[in-house]
C-alpha cells in the first residue's frame, strides 16, 4: 500500500502530538501533585506552628496565674488557671491530631512527630499536676511548700522551651522532607520529559532520513533533468521512484519533456521558415525606406514651392502666397524669405497675399514678424494684394498695419520706390 505525502505527514504530526501530550499530561499532574503536597504540608506547618505556640502561651499564662495565686492568693486567678489549662487540653488535642497529614512522610518523621505528641501531653499532666497541688488556701504554706511549688512551675517553664525547640525542629525536618519528596518527584518527571525527548530525536532523525531518500534525491534528481532540459541535453526519461506527489511529479516531467522535445522539432522547421520570411521582410523594409527618403525629398520639395521666393531684380524678391496660412506656413515663410534675403542681399522684399483667402489676427501676426526680422536685415518689405475683404477684416480685428508699406497689386509694388499706401 503506498501512502502519500499528505499521509505520511499526517502520521509524523500525530506521532509528535502524542509525544507532546505524553509530556504535557505528565507535568501536568507532577505539578498539580507538588502543589498540592507544597500547599498541604505548608498549611499544615503553619497550623502547627500556631498550635504549638498557643500550647507555649497557655501554658505560661497557667504558670503565670498559678505564681500570682500563690503570692496573692485570689480565687479568681485559680479559676483563670482552670480555664487555661482545659484550653491547653484542647490544643494538645488538636496538636495530636494533625499526624494525619504527614502521611505521605511517615516513615521520616513518625518517630520525632510522636516525640513532639509526647512531649505536649507531658506537659499538659505536668500543668495539670500542678494546677492540683495548689492548695485552696495559699496562706497556709509553709516557705517549703512554696519553694517546693516554685521549683515545679520553673521545672515546667524548662519543659516548654524544650518542646518549643523540639517542635521546631521537628517543622523544619518536615520541610526538608518535603522538599525532598518534591525533588524527587521533580527528577522523576525531567527523566520523563528527557525519554520522551530522545524519542522525539530519535523520530525526528527517522523523518530527515526519510524526506532524504523519498523526496530530497528524488527532487535533486528531477532538478538535474530540469538544468539538462533546458541545455537541451535530456534524452531519455527519469526513472519514478514512488507512487506518491513525488511519483506523480516525475511521470508529469516526463510528459512534459517528451512535449518539449517534440515541440522542439517543430519550432526548428517553424524557425527555418521564419527566417525565410524575415529576409524577404528586411528585403521589404529597405525598399520602404528607400520609398520614405523620396517621399521626404518630395515633401521638401513642395514645401519650397508652396512659398517660393522669386527674384525680379538685383534687389528685388517676390513671394507670392497662395491657400491658408497655419503657424507652420507662417514659420516656413519666416524661414524662407529671411534665407533668400541674406543669401542675394536684396533690400526689397514683395509679399504677395493676393492668394491667401484668410487672415485673421494670427496670421497678421505672422505677417508683422516677417516684416519686423527683414528689417533686421536691412530689407524693406511691401505688402502686396491686400483685398477689400481681408482690409475690411483687418479694420475689424484693430490690427494695426501702418508701419508697413502695401500696394494694390504686384505692378504697383514694382514700379515704387518708397511713399506709404
Given at each position: 500500500?503506498?501512502?502519500?505525502l499528505t499521509?505520511k505527514?499526517?502520521?509524523?504530526a500525530v506521532?509528535?502530538l ?5 509530556l504535557?499530561?505528565d507535568?501536568?499532574?507532577?505539578v498539580?501533585?507538588i502543589?498540592?503536597?507544597a500547599?498541604?504540608v505548608?498549611?499544615?506547618i503553619?497550623e502547627d ?11 505560661q ?8 495565686y500563690?503570692?496573692t492568693?485570689?480565687?479568681g ?6 480555664e487555661f ?11 495530636r ?6 502521611r505521605?512522610f511517615?516513615?521520616?518523621t513518625?518517630q520525632h512527630?510522636?516525640l ?13 499536676r ?6 485552696t488556701d495559699?496562706?497556709?504554706l509553709?516557705d517549703?511548700q512554696?519553694e517546693?511549688i516554685?521549683?515545679e512551675?520553673?521545672t ?9 525547640e ?8 518536615i520541610?526538608?522532607v518535603?522538599r525532598?519528596?518534591?525533588a524527587?518527584?521533580v ?5 520523563g520529559?528527557?525519554?520522551?525527548l530522545a524519542a522525539?530525536v530519535a523520530?525526528?532523525?527517522g523523518?530527515?532520513w526519510l ?6 534525491r ?12 533546458a ?18 511529479l516525475q ?15 517543430d519550432l526548428e522547421a517553424h ?5 525565410q ?5 528586411d528585403?521589404a523594409h529597405?525598399?520602404?525606406l528607400?520609398?520614405l527618403a ?9 514645401r519650397?514651392l508652396?512659398?517660393?521666393?522669386l ?9 507670392p502666397?497662395v491657400?491658408a496660412?497655419?503657424?507652420a506656413r507662417?514659420?516656413q ?10 543669401a542675394t ?6 509679399l504677395?497675399?493676393t492668394?491667401v483667402?484668410?487672415?485673421d ?5 505672422g505677417?508683422i514678424?516677417?516684416v ?7 530689407a524693406?518689405?511691401?505688402?502686396i494684394?491686400?483685398?477689400p ?6 479694420v475689424?480685428l484693430?490690427?494695426?498695419?501702418s508701419?508697413?508699406?502695401t500696394?494694390?497689386d504686384l505692378?504697383?509694388?514694382l514700379?515704387r ?5
Amino acid at each position: 500500500m503506498s501512502w502519500s505525502l499528505t499521509r505520511k505527514t499526517a502520521m509524523i504530526a500525530v506521532a509528535y502530538l502524542v509525544i507532546l501530550s505524553i509530556l504535557a499530561t505528565d507535568l501536568t499532574f507532577t505539578v498539580i501533585e507538588i502543589q498540592k503536597i507544597a500547599n498541604d504540608v505548608n498549611q499544615s506547618i503553619v497550623e502547627d506552628v500556631q498550635t504549638v505556640g498557643e500550647v507555649s502561651l497557655t501554658l505560661q499564662q497557667i504558670l503565670t496565674e498559678a505564681v500570682s495565686y500563690v503570692q496573692t492568693g485570689d480565687p479568681g486567678e485559680y479559676e483563670e488557671s482552670a480555664e487555661f489549662l482545659q484550653k491547653l487540653e484542647e490544643t494538645v488535642a488538636r496538636l495530636r491530631g494533625s499526624e494525619a497529614v504527614y502521611r505521605d512522610f511517615l516513615d521520616n518523621t513518625a518517630q520525632h512527630d510522636g516525640l513532639i505528641a509526647q512531649e505536649a501531653v507531658a506537659i499538659l499532666n505536668a500543668a495539670q499536676r500542678l494546677h492540683d497541688r495548689l492548695p485552696t488556701d495559699p496562706e497556709g504554706l509553709t516557705d517549703e511548700q512554696r519553694e517546693a511549688i516554685y521549683a515545679e512551675i520553673e521545672t515546667i517553664e524548662e519543659q516548654r522551651e524544650s518542646f518549643t525547640e523540639q517542635a521546631n525542629a521537628h517543622f523544619a525536618d518536615i520541610r526538608n522532607v518535603a522538599r525532598q519528596h518534591i525533588a524527587d518527584d521533580v527528577a522523576l518527571t525531567f527523566g520523563g520529559i528527557a525519554l520522551a525527548l530522545a524519542a522525539m530525536v530519535a523520530l525526528t532523525a527517522g523523518v530527515l532520513w526519510l524526506i532524504e531518500r523519498h523526496i530530497v534525491r528524488p527532487l535533486r534528481s528531477l532538478t538535474n533533468a530540469a538544468g539538462s532540459l533546458a541545455e537541451g541535453r535530456l534524452e531519455g526519461e527519469l526513472p519514478v521512484t514512488s507512487n506518491d506527489e513525488i511519483g506523480a511529479l516525475q511521470q508529469t516531467f516526463n510528459r512534459m519533456a517528451a512535449t518539449i522535445r517534440r515541440q522542439t522539432g517543430d519550432l526548428e522547421a517553424h524557425y527555418q521558415e521564419i527566417k525565410q520570411a524575415r529576409d524577404a521582410l528586411d528585403v521589404a523594409h529597405q525598399q520602404a525606406l528607400e520609398q520614405l527618403a523620396v517621399i521626404q525629398r518630395q515633401q521638401e520639395a513642395i514645401r519650397e514651392l508652396s512659398v517660393p521666393v522669386l527674384p525680379v531684380s538685383h534687389d528685388t524678391l517676390v513671394m507670392p502666397l497662395v491657400g491658408a496660412l497655419d503657424s507652420a506656413r507662417l514659420l516656413q515663410v519666416q524661414e524662407q524669405a529671411l534665407e533668400r534675403l541674406a543669401a542675394t542681399r536684396a533690400r526689397r522684399l514683395l509679399l504677395d497675399i493676393t492668394g491667401v483667402p484668410i487672415v485673421d489676427s494670427h496670421v497678421a501676426q505672422g505677417l508683422i514678424r516677417v516684416v519686423q526680422a527683414a528689417r533686421l536685415l536691412g530689407a524693406e518689405v511691401t505688402l502686396i494684394g491686400v483685398r477689400p475683404e481681408v482690409a475690411q477684416s483687418i479694420v475689424g480685428l484693430g490690427i494695426n498695419l501702418s508701419h508697413i508699406r502695401t500696394c494694390r497689386d504686384l505692378q504697383s509694388g514694382l514700379s515704387r520706390n518708397g511713399g506709404r499706401a
